[in-house]
């Protein structure tokens, strides 16, 4: 069954009828009512997607049937070889890394991955990594510098795994290492947030030369029921929240802190996966394809660069 959000209930209204006159069956020649009911279903879907606010961006890019990072290896790497194990602690599955095919080229790829039944979601932590996912993200990311590979990163997460285990294995080293790992490479990175970039567990794998984000999705550094909690001690205010802290592609494209926004099939990725899926592939080739052209050195202090950058002020 679909799942519906709260904000579409006009077009779940509309295609509840379109349902209900399917099953009438032969009974009724209904053929021209349902192609009237999908019609409206569709523009009602346009109006209601054309001004989302923060906190409904938040909700789609939750969605549960949005594709994953599992889906996006699936369907744009080939040849793909997952690596397990941080060689420190142990394995962590709430990050897939590894290595394969990306069109043409051999590339490593490393993503959170947050599972799409009870049983993937508890194995993969809710898409929470733990220090040995960032570790284990870090050596992926040392071997792709070895073997001149680029390094391709997929983030759905709603931030590192805040329990006493992680943190006692030293969660916030894992994590500065990670990202001090990506800030030194040598070869090309594309990031791309696919639906929610949370805090410090988003960016030690976002730290690229090119980030990219879906158009529903959101980045930001804290949750938005974490931030109404801190600001105003009531979770209930995350929608304030979420307007206050920029949280959407569109905004964070006016601040520089993104490079591109990615378009989603009207009605969100999760309505047409393999489309979402298929023009993400299309912009990370295309990103490739302008950093290929750069040197070596040339690419680590323009990521470097380009990470100083947000938030500068000019001073008059």
Do not use: C
């Not at 508890?122 to 001149?148: D, L, S």
């Amino acid at each position: 069954m679909r799942t519906f959000l709260e904000f579409e209930k006009p077009v779940a209204d509309v295609i509840g009828k379109i349902e209900e006159l399917r099953n009438v069956g032969d009974a009724v020649d209904a053929a021209d009512e349902i192609a009237k009911l999908e019609d409206k279903a569709e523009k009602a879907l346009a109006d209601v997607y054309s001004k989302l606010n923060a906190w409904q961006k938040t909700e789609v890019a939750r969605h549960p049937d949005r594709p994953h990072t599992a889906h996006y290896i699936d369907r744009l790497v080939t040849d793909f070889m997952p690596l397990a194990g941080d060689r420190s602690f142990g394995e962590d599955a709430a990050v897939i890394a590894g290595v394969g095919r990306w069109g043409e080229r051999s590339v490593a790829v490393i993503g959170t991955e947050r599972g799409n039944d009870t049983e993937s979601r508890i194995k993969r932590n809710f898409g929470m990594a733990r220090p040995e996912g960032y570790r284990k993200a870090k050596r992926v990311m040392q071997m792709a510098e070895r073997f001149r590979l680029p390094v391709v990163t997929l983030i759905d997460t709603a931030g590192a795994y805040p329990g006493i285990g992680a943190e006692e294995r030293g969660q916030a080293e894992a994590i500065a290492r990670s990202t001090e790992q990506a800030l030194m490479l040598t070869v090309p990175s594309v990031a791309v947030v696919i639906g929610e970039g949370g805090s410090g567990g988003a960016l030690a794998l976002a730290t690229a030369n090119r980030v990219l984000m879906l158009e529903h999705a959101i980045y930001s550094v804290i949750s938005p029921e974490g931030a109404a909690s801190i600001l105003w001690r009531d979770s209930a205010r995350a929608q304030d929240a979420a307007s206050a802290m920029r949280i959407t592609a569109q905004d964070l494209a006016k601040l520089g802190v993104i490079d591109e926004i990615v378009p989603e099939p009207l009605g969100g990725a999760h309505r047409a996966a393999e489309a979402a899926i298929d023009a993400v592939g299309a912009s990370v080739t295309s990103a490739l394809d302008q950093l290929a052209a750069h040197a070596p050195d040339a690419l680590k202090a323009a990521r470097a660069e380009r990470f100083l950058a947000i938030g500068r002020t000019l001073e008059l």
